[in-house]
């Protein structure tokens, strides 16, 4: 078994895909319309998307521009080799970055947050470069 993706409800699809590709790097790997039903869907990930790495889903559903967050969901985490510069990267393409890299509190681990356009939080945790998981560059 392994994870094959997370889905996200978002309040406008372009914005996401905008925020999901140019702010974080990630490549748009299929989408898809249900008319009948009233949503659209798009799939982004890094490397290929599946089978190499787990994927984002993004889901508008037609005429909700906004979600409530709740209390339980925390943040997808995202693995970078300089986070520094990745953080540099993010600002610059129009990013948010919601905590400044540094280490987890109580550990030596660098971790930064950046929130996307619907006020998801991704946290971004660096890795070696030949570390699993590893994303942005």
Not at 73 to 79: D, E, L, R, S, V
Request: charged content about 20%; aromatic content about 10%.
């Amino acid at each position: 078994m392994r994870i094959l993706h997370t889905m996200l409800r978002v309040g406008n699809l372009q914005r996401s895909i905008d925020f999901y590709t140019n702010v974080l790097g990630m490549q748009l790997l299929r989408t898809s319309d249900n008319p009948e039903y009233k949503y659209s869907l798009a799939f982004l990930g890094y490397d290929g998307g599946n089978p190499g790495q787990a994927e984002i889903e993004l889901t508008y559903n037609w005429g909700v521009e906004s979600y409530e967050m709740g209390t339980a969901y925390g943040h997808i985490a995202i693995g970078v080799s300089d986070i520094y510069a990745t953080c540099e990267r993010i600002r610059a393409a129009g990013g948010n970055i919601t905590r400044e890299p540094g280490p987890v509190k109580g550990g030596t681990t660098l971790i930064a947050f950046v929130t996307d356009p619907d006020g998801y939080k991704i946290e971004l945790i660096q890795r070696d470069d030949n570390a699993p998981g590893v994303g942005l560059r």
